[in-house]
């Protein structure tokens, strides 16, 4: 009779480790409000032909957030997917290895524009890096800010005041506003910067990827839509997000040019436009089998991002087809990322 209970009691024991390990009847997604209708498609897709399943719960975090609640751990209480708009940074991979999430998969799922944008009665702007950075940086040249004219930083620019409504710091778009923008153009106008960098981290953030934090630039959180709203009742302002909302509401707003180049699905997908941008999944491979849909999801994604796919009839630009088949690839085979190879 003590043996069997024993054996009762181990068998309860590992019971309750494995439910401690994953034990959800959802998938649970965070991140990126950028790649947030792509990933609430994929998932709408999916319950709409699997009935029985229940419905993914996706959170627009923004990117930042996201990574602090998907590295936080393995098991129920922790996300299974995260959506991104930049590619994870090594140290972030770092925490999520020191917190038991080790084997990670990276997928490229499309590629998309950081996108400055005006109402459609706006002054109809022409701008460039440099002027972008001149205008939003919190120290520009080195310098305190104290632009608050478009004129100030740029004399064949009207004379009207600075106005971007933009996402907070724990944005990945914002991360690639300073990134693929204002970083080239601080590193070109200041010879030091790329050795300060190295030399002085702080003083190379402060002038080169600080965004000022006076009334010119207007943190508006993770709603994308609100943005497009806001530019609506105020045509002289200019709005911060992703490509595909820039194209849901081409009837309101247009895209403002960088450095000569329209932000346009043919732009962004070759190159030429200066904030072009890939966007990522990532999974953790231990939920992969606890989760119920998680294989289903993860195939419906790969169904889904081709040219003539679903997502890019939702805004989304297609990835090179090399992407696209490196990225079936890793969902196919569960092959995780390699933490040497971030930055």
Request: charged content about 20%; hydrophobic content about 40%.
């Amino acid at each position: 009779m003590i043996r069997r209970i024993a054996i009762a009691t181990a068998a309860l024991l590992a019971l309750a480790a494995c439910d401690r390990n994953v034990s959800r009847d959802q998938i649970r997604v965070v991140g990126s409000s950028t790649v947030f209708p792509f990933t609430t498609a994929v998932a709408e897709a999916m319950i709409n032909a699997n009935p029985s399943l229940r419905a993914p719960v996706i959170e627009s975090t923004g990117t930042g957030a996201g990574v602090k609640l998907f590295c936080a751990g393995v098991g129920p209480q922790h996300p299974d997917i995260l959506n991104a708009s930049r590619q994870i940074k090594k140290s972030e991979m770092d925490g999520c290895i020191a917190n038991g999430v080790k084997d990670v998969m990276e997928v490229q799922v499309g590629v998309d524009g950081v996108v400055l944008a005006e109402a459609n009665n706006g002054p109809k702007l022409k701008l460039n890096d440099h002027d972008i950075y001149l205008a939003l940086s919190a120290n520009p040249l080195g310098k305190p800010q104290k632009a608050r004219f478009w004129s100030d930083v740029n004399p064949a620019l009207p004379h009207l005041p600075i106005q971007v409504y933009g996402p907070p710091s724990t944005s990945g778009t914002r991360d690639a506003l300073v990134e693929l923008i204002m970083v080239p153009a601080c590193e070109a106008a200041v010879p030091e910067a790329k050795a300060l960098k190295e030399t002085d981290k702080d003083r190379y953030e402060d002038m080169c990827t600080r965004i000022r934090d006076d009334a010119a630039y207007v943190d508006k959180g993770e709603n994308d839509n609100l943005i497009v709203q806001n530019l609506s009742t105020n045509p002289n302002a200019i709005g911060v997000f992703g490509f595909s909302y820039l194209e849901e509401n081409l009837n309101r707003l247009r895209g403002v040019p960088l450095d000569g180049v329209p932000p346009t699905y043919q732009t962004i997908s070759d190159g030429s436009y200066p904030g072009a941008r890939p966007l990522f999944i990532y999974v953790k491979k231990a939920h992969l089998r606890a989760v119920p849909g998680m294989a289903d999801f993860l195939t419906r994604y790969a169904d889904s991002w081709n040219p003539d796919g679903p997502l890019t009839r939702r805004g989304m630009i297609a990835a090179p087809e090399g992407v696209r088949s490196a990225s079936h690839a890793i969902i196919a085979e569960g092959t995780p990322v390699d933490p040497a190879t971030l930055h």
